[in-house]
């Protein structure tokens, strides 16, 4: 599986590891970004491609279930 084209245009949520602030980036520019600053506790937190992964993965799912429940 890699980083979904279809979610580049979607803003993508996750959380600083330091703060647990929530960060929002949109699939595009976190497809291509090695860290991030946080909002919260201003560490430069360092993204990794599993966490990537991880974070796409997990908005897909939402995506889909989102799906589900208007087709119902």
Do not use: W
Not at 3 to 22: G, M
Not at 34 to 45: Q, S
Not at 52 to 65: G, N, Q, S, T, V
């Amino acid at each position: 599986m890699g980083l979904a084209e279809d979610l580049s245009d979607v803003s993508l949520t996750f959380e600083c590891p330091d703060c647990s602030h929530p960060a929002v980036r949109k699939g595009s520019a976190l497809r291509t970004i090695a860290h991030f600053r946080c909002d919260g506790c201003n560490a430069k937190v360092r993204i990794t491609y599993p966490q990537k992964l991880a974070i796409f993965e997990k908005h897909k799912l939402l995506a889909a279930r989102g799906a589900l429940q208007l087709a119902s």
